[in-house]
């Protein structure tokens, strides 16, 4: 089962989930079996900026450890042979500078995303 | 018509989006037709469920409980169950369980059950259509 | 052949991703594929008649994609006329599309 999990929104409740939620459940879905893979467009394409470093969260006494590490998930996933991909445009638009961002991400022109599509059984955008 | 399976998993939590009840109109035109449904909650999508929502009256309108009719998303998710039962075909509905404890949404409707990311893709294996209705 | 159930429940006045589905919705359809576009809540707001996007719509429909809107998000917001292109429907009709053999649907 081939599953093209599309993330667009980004840092939604990541600093309280310490995750991006849709990225988390992909993993989930893999440990469930699935050929996953994941397609960054939009915002999201900023979780492939190297070094993202939560300041330092804490209210009262409340300090927050463990703080959200999207790249480093992105990182880890990819390492999981989840094929991660990103649009190139949406990176060009955002001025992130290709050195400052993570290996292993296949960037796609907007006109190929459809034809990304096909490779897939279920495209889901979250 | 012959009974076919839905798989639908929504996020979005009540009173914020217009996504709540979208999902739940079609939830309820697939049971309608005599279609198997499966929800999965994940993260504020389990509050649609809480047993503890309660109606309120409008005084801004100065409209009492009873002229208000405020809808609570678990009568509305109570009543797509006996809309199931009714036409004796299927409504599958899973809070996410970690999205429940962290939320403490753990007191709920009848009809509900505690799974996970692995039971939403059992369900898919077995449907024929599935939709993702995601927050923003 | 795949055919794409795509649900736009987002409008251009609000989305600036808007206009990057509905390339992907063209896109789609010139590789070869069934393609309907189903608009949804605020997503119909660009199919009232006399929009800027009324010739968009014609453009789509001269494609060969199916242009539907939900008659209940329209009654809501009091669009009476809609551009010719769109069809007025119903949730009904969302469910048999999405049950399709070989359909994929996707949430925008």
Redesign the interface.
Known sequence: MKVLNIV?TAYRATLEEQDDTILWLSQSFQDAGVDISILL??NAVNYLVKEQKPFNLHFGTWKQTQPPELDRDLEIMIDKDISVYAVAEDIQERALLQERLIDGVSLIE??Q???L??Q??????W | MSS?T?SIAIMDAPYES??ST?AL??I???L??G?NVNVFAYEGAVNLTMKEQAPHANSIKGTTLAQENHPTTKDWISALFKLAQEKEITLNWINCGLCVDERGAGNWIDGVQRGGPADFIKSVKKS???????TR | M?H?LI?E?RDPYDSA?WV?IQ??VI??K??GNDVSLFL???GVLPARKGTEFEKHFADLKTLGINIFADF?ALQERGIQDLAKSVEKT???R???L????N??????
């Open positions: 667009e467009r939009g907007k006109s995303v459809a034809q599509f096909e897939f059984e279920y495209v889901w955008h | 076919k839905l217009a996504n979208t109109r079609i309820h035109s697939a309608n037709q279609h024929d259509g599935v939709l993702v209705i995601p | 795949t794409y649900l429940s991703d990057n390339q992907i896109d789609l010139k590789n949804l809540q605020n209940f119903n949730f009904d969302l469910i048999q999405c049950l399709t053999t359909t994929k649907t996707i949430w925008h």
